[in-house]
């Protein structure tokens, strides 16, 4: 179990640490310590951050050997040798004795280079930027990015997503072979996430898992995608469950390789520290609830996963998460000069055989930064001692005999192993009952007899010493079980003839099976299709039926048409007929008015003259006499 010692909570000075002070003579001890053992772990990156946990098979540097002071401190690591541009939002990892960085951003804009730190040399190294070619034999170039993630997979760094220019609607995966050093892209099929930034990618084996980030609109996401690296193949996965809410800048680790661990983050209006888990057995989603101590909200911090402690770096101090004990607790308070204490860093896991450390590099606060700076953590760790005799041939009898049980164990183990994967395989493809029976019995027997030989080999050790004696004289054991062990092997390679056998029947039977599939597919699209069809007949039938109401409802309408237009047709002859009486009467009127307007001129004429003559009658007449009164 990795940890810290038990100083929490102790503020440190950042410490300057030269690479002379642990190689100052010819005779002092070489940094460069091989691992323990070669290790894989999850790994986290997001817009700010980076980080990995991994062992080497290759040989590493001993930090050790190159710090000093309070392992509680944060310590500034001398680096010999030009340094890299000053960056943040970059993305880190670690492969063998090396740290690669790639991209991220400057003062100046985005950043394409590919940095490599050596820990055998202390020394970075600057890969020379290349044109690549794509399986489209396209010439390509990576593109300068921030907010991407970086995973180790074998001897090449995967690069995910991120912010790039120029930028691209869907997510991009490239891979950096670290021998040839050399870029490549992934062509990926499948349902390909789109564009983002401040995501988090974690490794299960040849899988990566996807989750959240920011658009290229500053949406916050929380989807959730697979992507197999033998297939190039994206997949969305369906789960259910209290899913998280959307965010960005979180951290992300994979436990045991089902259970994923989310914390913390930015969603569209606050800075979280909530902490949520998926089982990936039963695609649930929950909300982890921590008793005690709770880190206050935060988004943009690295973390790291050693065994069941998941290491949190960031803000003013380094947190730890127990997987088993289920709580938080503070590992210490960082210094405010410390790189932990700024934006877009990164942090990598270095392990050893004794002590573990964690490397920091760049970030910002009002200037970008190159610095790298290590924390060494405690590793307790316990050995066993084993007791040997002498044999005759000067060798450890009991570790001889040893060796062989070991040897017939593994066998054991390898037949039971195999024997499990052809029964999976068989129960998976449905053979037939009676060759998976026949099958089973030869596995079950094989693997019988070897548990015997090493029951047998182990029951041979416990004899007592005239037995011992009257096995040397007759036979050697180590010859017999060399022997065994020989025949053992012959069986597993006769496993394995039947084995492939029953692979190729097995891809016969599957071949068989998809062009069947393939067929009731076809009949099954044809059904439909004839299901449409018969549809769309009866649609056209109603529509018919609905055609033929309507023309009947047309004629019916025509017939009250035609009798209104012969109704209409007569009333329009009577009134023609009556129109024309009234026109003669009209006519005969006017020429009676007219012979009574010439009659009324004669009379006017008349009166004319009548009045003429009497004004003339009364201009002759004399005064008129005075009538006289009687």
């Given at each position: 179990?990795f940890g810290?010692?038990?100083k929490?909570?102790?503020?440190?000075?950042?410490?300057?640490?030269?690479?002379?002070?642990?190689?100052?003579?010819?005779?002092?001890?070489?940094?460069?310590?091989?691992?323990k053992?070669?290790?894989?772990?999850?790994?986290?990156?997001d817009?700010?951050?980076?980080?990995?946990?991994?062992?080497?098979?290759?040989?590493?540097?001993?930090?050790?050997?190159?710090?000093?002071?309070?392992?509680?401190?944060?310590?500034?690591?001398?680096?010999?040798?030009?340094?890299?541009a000053?960056?943040?939002?970059?993305?880190?990892?670690?492969?063998?004795?090396?740290m690669?960085?790639?991209?991220?951003?400057?003062?100046?804009?985005?950043?394409?280079?590919v940095?490599?730190?050596?820990?055998?040399?202390?020394?970075w190294?600057t890969?020379?930027?290349?044109?690549?070619?794509s399986p489209?034999?396209?010439?390509?170039?990576i593109?300068?990015?921030?907010?991407h993630?970086?995973?180790s997979?074998?001897?090449?760094?995967?690069?995910?997503?991120?912010k790039?220019?120029?930028?691209?609607?869907?997510?991009?995966?490239w891979?950096?072979?670290?021998?040839?050093e050399?870029?490549?892209?992934m062509?990926?099929r499948?349902?390909?996430p789109i564009?983002?930034s401040?995501?988090?990618?974690?490794?299960?084996g040849?899988?990566?898992i996807?989750?959240?980030?920011?658009?290229?609109?500053?949406?916050?996401?929380?989807?959730l995608?697979?992507?197999?690296?033998?297939?190039?193949?994206?997949?969305?996965?369906?789960?259910?469950?209290?899913?998280?809410s959307?965010?960005?800048?979180?951290?992300?680790?994979l436990?045991?390789r089902?259970?994923l661990?989310i914390f913390?983050?930015?969603?569209?209006?606050r800075?979280?520290?909530?902490?949520?888990?998926?089982d990936?057995e039963?695609?649930?989603?929950?909300?982890?609830?921590?008793?005690?101590?709770?880190?206050?909200?935060?988004?943009?911090?690295?973390?790291?996963?050693?065994?069941?402690?998941w290491?949190?770096?960031?803000?003013?101090?380094?947190?730890?998460?127990?997987?088993?004990?289920?709580e938080?607790?503070?590992?210490?308070?960082?210094?405010?000069?410390?790189?932990?204490?700024?934006?877009?860093?990164?942090?990598?896991?270095?392990?050893?055989?004794?002590?573990?450390?964690?490397?920091a590099?760049?970030?910002?606060?009002?200037?970008?930064?190159?610095?790298?700076e290590?924390?060494?953590?405690?590793?307790?760790?316990?050995?066993?001692?084993?007791?040997s005799?002498?044999g005759?041939?000067?060798?450890?009898?009991?570790?001889?005999d040893?060796?062989?049980r070991q040897n017939?164990?593994?066998?054991a183990?390898h037949?039971?192993?195999?024997n499990?994967?052809?029964?999976?395989?068989i129960?998976?493809s449905?053979?037939?009952?009676?060759?998976?029976?026949?099958?089973?019995q030869?596995?079950?027997?094989?693997?019988?007899r070897?548990?015997?030989?090493?029951?047998?080999s182990?029951?041979?050790?416990?004899?007592?010493?005239?037995?011992?004696?009257?096995?040397n004289?007759s036979?050697?054991?180590?010859?017999?079980?060399?022997?065994?062990?020989?025949?053992?092997?012959?069986l597993?390679k006769?496993?394995?003839?039947l084995?492939?056998?029953?692979?190729?029947a097995?891809?016969?039977r599957?071949?068989?099976?998809?062009?069947?599939?393939a067929?009731?597919?076809?009949?099954?699209?044809?059904?439909?299709k004839?299901?449409?069809?018969?549809r769309?007949?009866?649609?056209?039938?109603?529509?018919m039926?609905?055609?033929?109401?309507?023309?009947?409802?047309?004629?019916s309408?025509?017939?009250?048409?035609?009798?209104d237009?012969?109704?209409?047709?007569?009333?329009?002859?009577?009134?023609k007929?009556?129109?024309?009486?009234?026109?003669?009467?009209?006519?005969?009127?006017?020429?009676?008015l007219?012979?009574?307007?010439?009659?009324?001129?004669?009379?006017?004429?008349?009166?004319?003259?009548?009045?003429?003559r009497?004004?003339s009658?009364e201009?002759?007449a004399?005064?008129?006499?005075?009538?006289?009164?009687?």
């Open positions: 179990m810290f010692s038990k929490s909570m102790k503020l440190g000075r950042v410490k300057k640490v030269h690479l002379s002070d642990s190689i100052s003579t010819p005779g002092a001890r070489s940094p460069i310590r091989p691992p053992r070669a290790h894989n772990s999850s790994v986290h990156c817009d700010q951050l980076d980080c990995e946990c991994q062992k080497s098979a290759h040989p590493a540097a001993d930090i050790a050997s190159s710090t000093s002071g309070n392992s509680n401190n944060w310590m500034v690591l001398s680096i010999a040798g030009d340094k890299p000053p960056r943040f939002n970059h993305a880190a990892t670690v492969i063998g004795n090396k690669v960085v790639v991209g991220g951003e400057s003062g100046s804009g985005l950043l394409d280079d940095q490599v730190l050596k820990f055998d040399q202390f020394t190294t890969i020379p930027s290349k044109l690549y070619l489209s034999s396209l010439p390509l170039k593109p300068a990015c921030k907010g993630c970086l995973v997979w074998g001897e090449k760094v995967l690069l995910i997503g991120g790039t220019d120029p930028p691209s609607e869907r997510i991009s995966v891979a950096f072979d670290t021998e040839r050399c870029w490549s892209v062509e990926p499948g349902d390909i564009a983002r401040g995501h988090t990618v974690v490794r299960s040849s899988t990566l996807l989750f959240g980030g920011e658009d290229a609109k500053k949406r916050k996401l929380n989807d995608h697979m992507f197999d690296l033998k297939s190039l193949l994206w997949v969305p996965f369906c789960s259910t469950g209290a899913r998280p959307a965010r960005s800048n979180h951290v992300a680790a436990c045991d089902k259970t661990l913390g983050g930015a969603s569209k209006s800075t979280l520290n909530d902490l949520y888990s998926l990936f039963s695609m649930v989603w929950s909300m982890i609830n921590i008793r005690g101590f709770h880190p206050s909200p935060r988004a943009g911090c690295c973390g790291v996963l050693c065994g069941t402690k290491y949190i770096a960031g803000h003013s101090e380094t947190l730890i998460f127990d997987v088993l004990k289920v938080w607790s503070v590992a210490f308070a960082s210094p405010s000069s410390s790189i932990t204490t700024k934006k877009g860093f990164s942090l990598v896991l270095v392990q050893h055989k004794e002590k573990d450390f964690l490397v590099f760049g970030g910002s606060r009002k200037e970008p930064s190159n610095q790298v290590v924390m060494e953590l405690d590793k307790h760790e316990s050995t066993m001692s084993r007791r005799g002498k005759p041939l000067g060798v450890s009898q009991r570790s001889a040893s060796v062989v017939l164990a593994s066998a183990e037949v039971s192993g195999r499990s994967v052809s029964e999976s395989s129960m998976d449905g053979c037939a009952s009676g060759n998976a029976s026949h099958r089973k030869f596995h079950e027997e094989e693997h019988n070897a548990v015997k030989m090493v029951k047998r182990e029951a041979g050790n416990v004899s007592s010493p005239g037995n011992e004696q009257q096995m004289q036979n050697t054991p180590i010859q017999t079980y060399y022997n065994q062990l020989g025949k053992i092997i012959t597993i006769k496993n394995g003839v084995e492939g056998q029953l692979a190729a097995l891809a016969c599957e071949v068989a099976e998809k062009s069947f599939s067929v009731v597919k076809s009949k099954q699209d044809v059904e439909k004839l299901v449409d069809a018969s769309e007949v009866e649609l056209l039938k109603e529509k039926a609905g055609l033929e109401m309507a023309h009947e409802e047309a004629n309408m025509s017939n009250i048409i035609h009798s237009n012969l109704r209409l047709e007569h009333d329009v002859a009577f009134i007929a009556t129109f024309e009486d009234t026109q003669k009467e009209l006519h005969s009127t006017r020429g009676v007219a012979a009574e307007k010439a009659r009324a001129f004669q009379l006017q004429v008349e009166v004319f003259h009548l009045k003429q009497l004004q009658l201009n002759r004399p005064n008129p006499r005075k009538p006289c009164h009687v």
